[in-house]
Antibody, heavy 122, light 107 residues
Framework: QVQLQQSGPGLVKPSQTLSLTCAIS??????????WNWIRQSPSRGLEWLGR?????????EYGLSVKSRITVNPDTSKNHFSLQLNSVTPEDTAVYYC????????????WGQGTMVTVSS | EIVLTQSPGTLSLSPGARATLSCRAS???????LAWFQQKPGQVPRLLIY???KRATGTPDRFSGSGSGTDFTLTISRLEPEDFAVYYC????????FGQGTKVEIK
């Protein structure tokens, strides 16, 4: 049974970096068919896709336009997890952050992490 | 980037009624890469439909998806008490975007 377990702080100060990790069990971050995503949800912005990483003989990383200048998504094969870093956060970045799996190119997000409420406040 | 517009914003219906939810894309989804999610308060979104019309594992057959091009529909044939929730459409052809959601509430 595949599971995604998120970890990271729930409170980040303005201008600092938000960092979250998604640990994968029952699957591999290096799988040749799967993509690993970060998504967030807030009342003001709704559900917003942030970025993803996937392995197809080499690593690919893609970012959403709204956060492209501030985001880094990285896979870690030694720990079988992937991470999110969002720089220069503002209160607008306050949201529930999710990691999610796309099992293949035709099926969208079939498995989600439990969600992490991140508040940006001093 | 594709924009998805869902209508109506809220649907007030009784258990047993038929629900029809709409999702319109700002550009043609050439390969029909459109999914529907259900989200209940305090829960993670759950994939119901992918590829516009294919049920995800565990999705009851009262849920059906249809449409192509720019216009897509999620139909719930007979609402059960557990179906009252917010529903989101999502495109995944090139960019990945979500609609703003339709809340299905008890009338």
């Amino acid at each position: 049974q595949v599971q995604l377990q998120q970890s990271g702080p729930g409170l980040v100060k303005p201008s600092q970096t938000l960092s979250l990790t998604c640990a994968i069990s029952g699957d591999s971050v290096s799988s040749n068919s799967v993509a690993w995503n970060w998504i967030r949800q807030s009342p003001s912005r709704g559900l917003e896709w942030l970025g993803r990483t996937y392995y197809r003989s080499k690593w690919y990383i893609e970012y959403g336009l709204s956060v492209k200048s501030r985001i880094t998504v990285n896979p870690d094969t030694s720990k079988n997890h992937f991470s999110l870093q969002l720089n220069s956060v503002t209160p607008e970045d306050t949201a529930v952050y999710y990691c999610a799996r796309e099992p293949n190119y035709w099926q969208s997000f079939d498995l989600w992490g439990q969600g992490t409420m991140v508040t940006v406040s001093s | 980037e594709i924009v998805l517009t869902q209508s109506p914003g809220t649907l007030s219906l009784s258990p047993g009624a038929r629900a029809t939810l709409s999702c319109r894309a700002s550009q043609t989804l050439t390969y029909g890469d459109l999914a529907w999610f259900q989200q209940k308060p305090g829960q993670v979104p759950r994939l119901l439909i992918y590829g516009a019309s294919k049920r995800a594992t565990g999705t009851p057959d009262r849920f059906s998806g249809s449409g192509s091009g720019t216009d897509f529909t999620l139909t719930i044939s007979r609402l059960e008490p557990e179906d009252f929730a917010v529903y989101y459409c999502q495109s995944y052809d090139d960019s990945r975007t979500f609609g703003q959601g339709t809340k299905v509430e008890i009338k």
